[in-house]
């Protein structure tokens, strides 16, 4: 079996010290995205559990494995949830959601959940997809831009170039910081174009760190030209598997001249969409008891 | 909010533009559009239900090619249509 | 005196020269550009040369174009390849009024007058989606040679449609359609289909005039040609060798 190279490892994690017997609202979140499905649960509004998985050719199984995986351990069972909201690409595709709601409203929510309400501006890359959004100190969108057209500035534009260098995602963007000089970057936008370039250069003799580089550094100035649209304010946080990638991060803030807010311990940047949208699940749930 | 569709990519970029918050979901542009890029469509914004007009699932991808007749770089047929400015359009081809 | 011109069509996958004498094609010859576009060049040049029995002292004019064209050896000109698509289907076909030119990595569309003089161009660049990588790469996803697409295609019984628009993405839809059971000359076809639809779109822009002359190595593929000339409800003029479209109007350019 081919090792896929892009694909983020799939795990689950429970917060150490909180009992879920004990809560009121018991909510969750099912963000199914194209590459990989993470499931959120909160009790109370705060962050419980969660899990991320390999999105398979099934979205409702996908949302399935996500749920089952987040719960495993816990002892809780999916019907001791009072909420289900479901969010990304396969959001209508989750059988046990009460309501579907879109990733944008739940990667803004989720954010400002994480980092605060000094967050501004979040980009969210997944794999087949770029967000740029805009939001207020409450978490609600102000602007929004999302690229799902073009590979470039996207994770399967990454996993490319990961392939062909035969390097594991992990190793990404440390490998691409080993460089003494940085090179210039690949000259095509078009993925297409640019792992021909990228060949070219190989070829030309350059190091594996180098072509690394160079991509690193084409994908940050597309990330960069995506939130030009909406401009850039403080505070800036990054989601998605990208988070990940200080290669492409170390770029991006160099080029907008922000820092980006530090990952937070203990959450996952892939699942703020999960997050924000258990904390809608709280808040439609709430909504409807009040007026029931 | 401003809810920007398109994309950019190696030839250029194409954005549908639409302010959510002046957008009233009169449907004007709809059917000023002659691609039937538009629709207009229930959203929830800030927890609650409302009718806007925003670009279709099929169309979202597509904005150079759809809108290309139109030769959208000057006022194309849907912004002229809409009376409270809701909606702009960005066609640019990179280079030559 | 008779004029002998030379027209270099330096492309991305393919250098085509054309050697004309008095506007009459005396040889003509292609090679691979490879990844030394500027030798391939060379090498092809001095062929064809040969095969008319030439040296280069005889050629009074060489004129370059295509995406390489700053490095053409010996050349003396250039000229856009819009300029030479317009001036190569004139030539081959005076009724031409639109020339649509699908190369290996661009596609162009270009409107003329009835002198033959460009009027407007619209050209799809930088994203292989709008040009002749995507057949190739798609062949691949597919695992059908090139040259068995365009017959695999109309062998096609339903038509499906193909979200992606980008080339890299519609390479994991062809792997989902393959996997979801769907033929492959079924998916050949909505290939096709789709690139033709966004050349047409973008020629759509200039207002498409007859009569439409379809340029480029693609204009080989029977599949594509039968998926454009649906998309535009005309039939097609193509040249017996569509390829060399370019060079040759390169090489009509100094007898303007």
């Not at chain 1, 809780?76 to 046990?96: A, C, E, Q, S, W």
């Not at chain 1, 904390?279 to 029931?292: C, D, G, P, V």
């Not at chain 2, 006022?75 to 400015?85: I, Q």
Request: charged share 25%.
């Amino acid at each position: 079996m081919e090792k896929e190279y892009w694909r983020w490892p799939e795990y689950r994690r429970t917060v150490p010290g909180e009992d879920w017997t004990k809560a009121r609202v018991i909510t969750a979140g099912v963000d199914v995205g194209s590459v990989s499905s993470k499931a959120v649960i909160m009790i109370d509004g705060e962050l419980y559990a969660y899990s991320i998985m390999r999105t398979g050719s099934s979205s409702p199984d996908s949302a399935n494995k996500a749920m089952e995986r987040a719960i495993e351990g816990t002892g809780m069972k999916l019907d001791d949830i009072h909420y289900v909201v479901g969010t990304g690409y396969g959001r209508v595709n989750v059988p046990f959601a009460n309501r579907a709601i879109t990733e944008i409203a739940c990667h803004a929510r989720g954010a400002n959940y994480i980092w605060g309400p000094t967050v501004r501006t979040l980009m969210d890359m997944g794999g087949q997809d770029c967000k740029a959004i805009r939001c207020d100190e409450k978490g609600r969108v102000t602007a929004f831009l999302m690229n799902d057209k073009c590979a470039a500035g996207t994770g399967r534009g990454m996993e490319v170039i990961a392939d062909l260098l035969s390097i594991p995602i992990e190793d990404v963007g440390p490998t691409s910081l080993m460089v003494e000089k940085e090179p210039e970057p690949v000259s095509s936008t078009c993925v297409v174009f640019a792992k021909s370039e990228a060949v070219g250069l190989l070829r030309k003799g350059w190091p594996k760190e180098m072509v690394l580089a160079a991509f690193c550094s084409a994908m940050a100035r597309r990330i960069a030209e995506l939130l030009e649209r909406i401009k850039v304010e403080k505070d800036f946080a990054i989601t998605g598997g990208i988070a990940k990638n200080i290669g492409v991060v170390r770029r991006l803030e160099e080029i907008i001249g922000i820092k980006a807010l530090p990952r937070k311990e203990g959450f996952d940047p892939m699942v703020a969409g999960g997050i924000g949208a258990a904390l809608f699940a709280k808040a439609l749930y709430e909504k409807e008891r009040q007026s029931a | 909010m401003i809810i920007h569709y398109g994309y950019k990519d190696g030839s250029g970029e194409y954005f549908i533009s639409i302010d959510t918050d002046e957008c009233d979901g009169c449907g004007k542009c709809v059917e000023a559009c002659p691609q039937g890029v538009l629709e207009t469509r229930t959203m929830m914004i800030d927890l609650e239900d409302k009718l806007v007009a925003t670009v279709t699932e099929e169309h979202r991808k597509k904005i150079k090619y759809s809108c290309a007749p139109c030769k959208p770089e000057g006022r194309p047929p849907c912004v002229l249509a809409c009376e409270r400015r809701a909606i702009i359009h960005t066609w640019k081809l990179v280079g030559k | 005196m008779k004029t002998i011109t030379t027209g270099i069509d330096m492309g991305s996958k393919n250098v085509k020269v054309v050697i004309l004498k008095d506007a009459k094609v005396l040889a003509k010859g292609l090679t691979l550009s490879g990844f030394d576009q500027k030798e391939a060049a060379e090498k092809v040049f001095n062929e064809v040369l040969k095969k008319a029995s030439l040296s280069l002292d005889d050629v009074d004019q060489i004129v370059a174009t295509g995406a390489g064209k700053e490095v053409a050896p010996h050349a003396n000109g250039d000229i856009s390849m819009v300029g030479a698509d317009a001036l190569g289907g004139y030539f081959l076909f005076p009724s031409a009024r639109t020339i649509i030119d699908v190369g290996a990595e661009e596609g162009r569309a270009v409107r003329c007058d009835e002198r033959g003089r460009m009027i407007d161009f619209v050209i799809n660049e930088k994203c292989a989606a709008g040009a002749g990588t995507f057949v190739e790469a798609m062949a691949r996803a597919l695992e059908v040679k090139l040259e068995e697409m365009g017959l695999l295609s109309l062998k096609a019984e339903r038509t499906v449609p193909m979200n992606a628009q980008c080339t890299i993405f519609a390479e994991s839809e062809v792997v989902t359609l393959i996997h979801e059971k769907t033929s492959k000359a079924d998916i050949a076809r909505a290939i096709h289909d789709a690139i033709a639809d966004r050349i047409t779109s973008m020629t759509r822009r200039l207002g498409i005039q007859r009569d439409v002359v379809l340029a480029g190595g693609v204009a080989k593929n029977i599949g594509f040609v039968n998926s454009i000339e649906r998309a535009l409800g005309k039939k097609l003029l193509i040249p017996k060798e569509p390829e060399f479209v370019g060079a040759l109007g390169a090489a009509l350019a100094p007898l303007r």
